[in-house]
């Protein structure tokens, strides 16, 4: 039986351009939503822009452009980097758009007739880089004075008018929520970081601004625009089409699951489901945040010069090579960090060696022994048996694995088999058995070829545009392609066509050498 599924990553903030942190997080929801349509789910893939907010406001100053063109042209820089990583979202949400503005100002409305949201004055602790209020004993004082926010980011000390969220008043609900559903936050060190946070108290929130004025105005109250982050949460919602809770998209909710990076665990995991409380709105099932990337081991930044743009490494290793080293270098949730090295050995030894090399032989012994056309499953040795049931139960061990977000692990599984097909085909020698037995040579290429159609099933989520080559190179057709097609072994006599190398071997230019 298959359902529907709802994943998002987070709508990205557009005072910067596109790095690879941002890529990352992407590749990472496009892989779930990939898994989940082909176990034959109705899925919604959501992403986008959060537009909003002093930073921009002022970013957008900085550049010498009126907001809304700023935002027009880093919001279309966001589409196009999604694009170049071959994400398949199946919607881009921005907030600026009237379909968001209006269902934002929905939800307020609806969390303020629940007497949860009142007016007073903010006084406190502001980070302008975070869009973030903190309290007291967050705060530190640098040796040169200046005062901090735990993420580092300079605060000042605001006083505003300001309409206030009622967040102290979920505090008990909020624990309750993390209790009863221990899968509500990943990973567990992040879980364990949200529960320690709210068990220390949690204060009313500021919601609104008076000091700018680009934002959703207040429902009401035209002197104040929404706090950012109270905007930019809904649009989990109002990509769906709330307020009208009878639009098509509506079934989708409500979310399966929210990918975001660990900066923002906060904002979704206490913020975002104590809004949807006080809305009487349904809660996601699960907020799942990833770590960091840093490059050579230096953390990114602007003054280094070693922000990447991720599109600038699809152009030199392909966008299959980079969106493979992504997920497998480090487990997912934990922080990575970006070697070219790194990345050069993770295309040659698994790609080019470990996959690539097992289809071209595999498929050119095929070609060269057998005419070019997949030969009959015939008897089967204990070997064969062994590693055609580990392909059969790849599917739902890789499900398993995903329905964690254990993304690397999952990779993982499918490497172990394509292991155990090399250690297969060199036991076996099929090369070998044309002179004395071509029969076993016929069945044990079938019995690789049905295993790496079970590799090439399972790896289309991560690497697509490969292993539509690969699946097109083992003669299965585009409808033969999700795990329900797996059930049906591919018919005997199939003429396959002219096996073509995949993944060709990365080689360093040498010095002085166009790249």
């Given amino acids: 039986m298959t359902g529907r599924f709802y994943v998002t990553t987070p709508i990205y903030y557009v005072n910067g351009a596109p790095h690879i942190g941002h ?12 898994f989940h349509r082909l176990c034959g789910d109705e899925v919604f893939f959501l992403t986008g822009t959060d537009e909003h907010g002093q930073k921009v406001e002022q970013a957008a100053q900085t550049a010498g452009e009126a907001p809304q063109a700023f935002t027009d042209r880093i919001s279309a820089d966001f589409r196009n980097m999604a694009d170049a990583m071959n994400v398949s979202y199946d919607d881009f949400i921005r907030t600026t758009e009237p379909r968001h503005i209006a269902g934002a100002q929905a939800v307020w409305e609806k969390v303020a007739a629940n007497g ?33 926010a735990p993420t580092g980011a300079p605060v000042e000390w605001m006083r505003e008018p300001s309409y206030f969220f009622r967040l102290s008043a979920y505090e008990d609900r909020l624990l309750e929520l993390y209790e009863k559903h221990p899968d509500f936050i990943g990973p567990v060190g992040r879980r364990n970081e949200i529960v320690s946070f709210v068990k220390q108290g949690l204060r009313d929130l500021s919601v609104s601004r008076t000091s700018f004025k680009w934002g959703v105005p207040v429902p009401g109250d ?13 649009n989990y919602l109002t990509a769906l089409g709330y307020p009208d809770v009878d ?3 509506m079934k989708f909710w409500p979310a399966n699951l929210h990918i975001v990076g660990k900066d923002i665990a906060r904002f979704h995991t206490v913020y975002w489901p104590a809004f949807l409380m006080a809305a009487g709105i349904d809660l996601p099932d699960m ?15 602007k003054s280094l010069g070693n922000v990447i743009d991720p599109r600038d490494l699809v152009k030199e290793f392909g966008v299959d090579p980079v969106r493979f080293f ?8 934990g922080d990575s960090d970006l070697s070219r090295r790194s990345l050069i050995n993770r295309l040659n030894v698994e790609l080019a060696n470990d996959l690539g090399n097992l289809g ?9 022994n057998c005419g070019g056309i997949l030969p009959a499953q015939g008897k089967h040795t204990e070997a064969d048996a062994h590693l055609l049931g580990q392909a059969a139960v790849l599917p739902d061990v890789m499900k398993a694995q995903i329905a964690r977000v254990a993304l690397t692990d999952a990779l993982e599984e499918a490497w172990k088999l394509i292991r155990a097909c090399n250690a297969y085909i060199d036991h076996q020698a099929p090369w070998a058995l044309k002179k004395t037995d071509p029969e076993r040579m016929a069945d044990v290429l079938r019995v690789l070829a049905d295993a790496l159609r079970s590799i090439a099933t399972v790896l289309q989520p991560y690497i697509p545009e490969s292993m539509d080559k690969m699946l097109t190179q083992l003669g299965v057709e585009p409808d033969e392609r999700d795990f329900d097609a797996l059930e049906m072994p591919l018919p005997a006599g199939r003429e396959l066509p002219k096996p073509e190398g995949i993944f060709p071997r ?9 790249k």
């Fill in 23 to 34: 890529a990352y997080t992407s590749i990472a929801a496009d892989i779930v939503a990939r």
């Fill in 116 to 148: 949860d949201i009142y007016l007073g004055a903010y006084e406190g602790w502001y980070a302008l880089r975070d869009e973030a209020f903190y309290n007291e004993d967050e705060i530190t004082t640098r040796p040169d004075g200046a005062k901090v």
């Fill in 222 to 234: 035209a002197d104040h625009v929404m706090y950012v982050w109270f905007d930019a949460l809904t």
């Fill in 247 to 249: 639009a098509p998209r």
């Fill in 287 to 301: 907020v799942f945040s990833n770590g960091w990337w840093t490059v050579e081991g230096e953390k990114m930044s």
């Fill in 326 to 333: 992504l997920m497998r270098e480090v487990p997912f949730g």
């Fill in 360 to 368: 071209q032989r595999t498929l050119s012994l095929i070609a060269r």
């Fill in 506 to 514: 990365f080689v360093e230019p040498e010095a002085g050498e166009a």
